[in-house]
């Protein structure tokens, strides 16, 4: 299947209407049992409120409530096609660059940049990495901020990466390549029994338990990138060098307080790259279950 182009996306929802009567679909549809008089029902559309009506009880049920939409006065139909921008772009999407295509301020359009890319990371989840018989490969890489002097690495953040090998990867943004800073993620997010590749830094020997895992290590220094029984983190450096580009073309500066919410963004696209066609679908059908 191939994604959704522009005139697809405005077939399928032309109106704001249409895009109601998605969400309402998706997360509730016809015969959806009444929370309040517990009977399966036939909902109507209300015009005076976006909502629908159930046909025994008039209890309403409002499709917005508990998505990124709630309390928005921006129109459905702008914030399905923003979405639609971040699933076709491999790059990401700036605030700027919303508020060209949406013609709203670039305040709202910061903001639901930043509703979107804390949706993707939701409903891309947590699941854990490896197991037996497979191989992750974790690494580090600084963003951000200016390379100056001996200090440099002070005015940049950590990005941690765990990559399982032609599988998915999970980044966080950490407080320093420190054992207390790296062992969590790898102890919360790697299945035991996991082959862990890494460079030389030797934090891993310390952060990596053997007792749990499999540890190789690459050596870099002495210009080594796959070692003699294959272990490398070439993929995940490959991935670091599209992020890095990426953050660096789109939106020229992210400050470390937001950096997670932009990182997860490219971790949800890379963890779909077969399946691209998935995602507006999947951004436009996943919201937390609610009774009304």
């Not at 029902?41 to 025994?56: F, I, M, N």
């Not at 919410?261 to 995602?279: D, G, L, S």
């Not at 679908?281 to 009304?292: Q, T």
């Amino acid at each position: 299947m191939k994604q959704t182009n522009v005139r697809q996306f405005f077939q399928q929802f032309p109106t704001d209407e249409a895009c109601l009567e998605h969400l309402f679909n998706v997360r509730f549809g016809q015969g959806h049992e009444c929370p309040k008089c517990k009977r399966d029902a036939k909902w109507y559309r209300l015009q005076s409120e976006q909502a629908y009506s159930c046909q025994w009880c008039g209890h309403h049920i409002h499709p917005m409530v508990g998505s990124i939409f709630e309390k928005s006065r921006t129109p459905l139909q702008l914030w399905f096609y923003a979405i639609f921008l971040f699933t076709t772009s491999r790059h990401g999407v700036s605030g700027k660059e919303l508020q060209r295509q949406l013609g709203v301020t670039y305040k709202t359009a910061w903001r639901m940049a930043k509703l979107i890319r804390e949706h993707m990371a939701e409903v891309d989840g947590e699941a854990p990495l490896g197991g037996e018989g497979k191989v992750v490969e974790v690494d580090e890489t600084f963003v951000g901020g200016k390379a100056k002097g001996m200090d440099w690495r002070k005015s940049k953040t950590v990005v941690m990466g765990m990559m399982e090998r032609n599988g998915d990867v999970m980044l966080k943004v950490v407080p320093d390549q420190t054992r207390g800073s790296l062992m969590p993620p790898i102890r919360q997010n790697i299945t035991d029994g996991t082959e862990i590749h890494t460079d030389e830094l030797r934090t891993y020997n310390k952060a990596i338990d053997v007792s749990r895992y499999t540890h190789k290590t690459v050596n870099h220094s002495k210009d080594e990138y796959v070692g003699p029984n294959g272990e490398t983190t070439n993929s995940i450096e490959n991935f670091f060098g599209h992020l890095k580009r990426s953050l660096k073309g789109t939106h020229n500066n992210v400050s470390p307080k937001y950096l997670e919410a932009y990182v997860k963004e490219f971790e949800y696209r890379f963890n779909r790259r077969t399946t691209p066609e998935v995602m507006l679908g999947e951004l436009l059908s996943r919201f937390p279950e609610l009774d009304a």
